[in-house]
């Protein structure tokens, strides 16, 4: 009689391993489509900016998009808050959203002095999301005055 684990243990997906390549995998050989992330976001952010602004969905996405730009991922500019360059466009297509939308939410987080434009799809992003709460958690710029 055949055992139910050793028949599943020989089973192989049809749709899994289509296309797979060597550099789909780590050196580990855990596949890095599926290699879990973290980004370190404030719990301000859920505590205060998500309570006291009303953010739409794309406000949001916008932001924790330029936020991992500038203070997660690796960046030369973090100490001054500033994110690298980025496309608009490529932007728009990582979130899945209209360009103008992108704009639009870039218009109303500059309203809410979360962001600042530098130049075209370069931002200052603040650490703490707002000057107050900057000032309140000792959050300085390298001579980044605004």
Known sequence: ???IHSILADHRSKGKDKGRSEDDVDAGGRNVEYSPTTSEIPDVFFDQIIVDFKLSRIEILVLMYIYRRVWCFPNLHRSHGISQMMSHTEMAKNLGVAIEDIYSSLRK???YDFIRTIRAGQYFSRRFFSKELDARFDQKYD????
């Open 143 to 146: 001579d980044f005055e605004i």
């Open 109 to 111: 987080l500059e309203e």
């Open 1 to 3: 009689m055949v055992d």
